[in-house]
């Protein structure tokens, strides 16, 4: 069992930055793989951005690559994602997920991961 609680989201401006936090209430945070994917109306839940368990890898979606940074700090439990020159097209729900003993080299999905958090809005106004 792991829980998963998202926050930080709202309302921004185009160009605007926004930092989502993800608190994880693991036993040992270390050892999964944390994700950041989000759903816009309509659309299919899609990866935004990962991080492997120690933190030395990470990855971004051609989406976002360049304007997002995820980070973690395995002694406070939390991954962040720091949002940055935000679009009206980011505006969705972001979720968290945490993938046990995830490895660096496999494409995060979201079959793969095993927790989700509830979810956090995130809307972009023009």
């Known amino acids: 069992q792991v829980q998963l609680v998202e926050s930080g989201g709202g309302l921004v401006q185009a160009g605007g930055s926004l930092r989502l936090s993800c608190a994880a209430s693991?036993?040992?945070?270390?050892?999964?793989?944390m994700g950041w994917f989000r759903q816009a109306p309509g659309k299919e839940r899609e990866f935004v951005a990962g991080?492997?368990?120690?933190?030395?890898?990470?990855r971004y979606s051609d989406s976002v690559k360049g304007r997002c940074t995820i980070s973690r700090d395995n002694v406070k439990n939390t991954v962040y994602l720091q949002m940055n020159s935000l679009k009206p097209e980011d505006t969705a729900v972001y979720y968290c997920?945490?993938?046990?003993?995830?490895?660096?080299?496999?494409?995060?999905?979201?079959?793969?991961?095993?927790?989700w958090g509830q979810g956090t809005q995130v809307t972009v106004s023009s």
């Open positions: 997920a945490a993938d046990y003993m995830g490895l660096p080299q496999l494409l995060p999905t979201p079959d793969r991961m095993d927790y």
């Open positions: 693991a036993r040992t945070f270390s050892n999964y793989a």
């Open positions: 991080i492997s368990r120690s933190g030395g890898s990470t």
